[in-house]
């Protein structure tokens, strides 16, 4: 079993910044991918940003250029780093570990 605990969703004005965090505990191997999807109530749970141990990275169409993944694997954790944001991005932010782990979600709000 693998818990998943996200930090940093709340409240921010379109064109701020916001940083997300996420942190594994249990059965996690380092070698694994981490990363980022989100959702709101009209659309499915979509990708936002996945990155390997490695350092491979894969984002989201509408994120890329303004969000950045990163992770600490010695501590276990994911970081999503939030630029320019839009009233878009509002939604649910879930932590994801393969294959099919999940967060409980932190609410990312963008007002315009």
């Known amino acids: 079993q693998v818990q998943l605990v996200e930090s940093g969703g709340g409240l921010v004005q379109a064109g701020g910044s916001l940083n997300l965090s996420c942190i594994a505990s249990?059965?996690?191997?380092?070698?694994?991918?981490m990363g980022w999807f989100r959702q709101t109530p009209t659309k499915h749970r979509e990708l936002v940003a996945t990155?390997?141990?490695?350092?491979?990275?894969d984002y989201g169409d509408s994120v890329k250029g303004r969000f950045t993944i990163s992770r600490d694997n010695a501590k276990n954790m994911v970081f999503l780093q939030m630029n320019s944001v839009k009233p878009e991005d509002t939604a649910v932010y879930y932590c994801?570990?393969?294959?099919?782990?999940w967060g409980q979600g932190t609410q990312v709000t963008v007002s315009s």
């Open positions: 994801w570990y393969p294959p099919n782990y």
């Open positions: 990155m390997t141990s490695g350092g491979i990275t």
């Open positions: 249990g059965d996690i191997f380092a070698i694994n991918a």
